[in-house]
């Protein structure tokens, strides 16, 4: 029988074929312009989340105002109803002209605000200088009108103004209180 021979082969790999990533294709990292790429949409979203934010921030504060002249105006018009004397009526026996005549303060200054319940100011310290600073920026306006002349009501509208944004804005909140109420009060 023959003698075979065994021989052992040395396999010889390639040091470049080891190496991970070796070949430009399998390169690990970032051209230059990925990054650039990455760096405009990352500039991108953040300018939208950050004029989002402003501008949530601007609708938060607009309905807080709105909010407060509202309130404010709720008040008026409580304050109309409750402490009549307080206010100079027109002269609600006149034949009515259909035309809105102004309700003012006694001592004549309208744009004062009259509101001081509990309900409007707070009680700590820092939250009711708060809350007088936010009261200030606001003016208001009272009117009646009388619409026959045997109305037994008398329609009432209170306008509160104020500026936000460099706007001047209002609400009105228009109501209706028994004609007693005004007259023989006033001027």
């Known amino acids: 029988m023959g003698l075979v021979l065994r021989r052992e082969v040395d396999l010889v790999i390639p040091v470049r074929q080891t190496i991970k990533g070796g070949t430009r294709h399998g390169r690990a990292g970032f051209t230059l312009i990925e990054v650039l790429v990455a760096l405009f949409v990352m500039g991108v979203a953040t300018t939208i989340l950050f004029s989002m934010y402003s501008s949530s921030l601007t609708l938060a504060s607009s309905s807080k105002r709105n909010t407060v002249a509202t309130h404010v105006a709720e008040e008026y018009m409580n304050e ?3 402490h009549p004397e307080l206010f100079d009526w027109p002269d609600l026996s006149d034949e009515p002209s259909g035309d809105l005549e102004p309700i003012t303060l006694h ?8 509101v ?6 707070a009680s700590e310290e820092k939250a009711f200088k708060r809350d007088k600073n936010l009261y200030r920026d606001f003016g208001w306006f009272a009117y009646a009108r009388l619409n026959e002349p045997n109305d037994n009501y008398v329609e009432v509208m209170v306008e509160i103004y104020w500026t936000d944004a460099g706007k001047e804005q209002n609400i009105c909140l228009t109501s209706s209180v028994p004609r007693s109420i005004g007259e023989g009060v006033g001027k």
């Not at 001592?107 to 009259?114: S, T, Y």
């Not at 001081?116 to 100011?121: K, L, P, T, V």
């Open 80 to 82: 109309l109803r409750v």
């Open 107 to 114: 001592d004549g200054e309208n744009p004062l605000l009259l």
């Open 116 to 121: 001081s319940s509990s309900n409007a100011i």
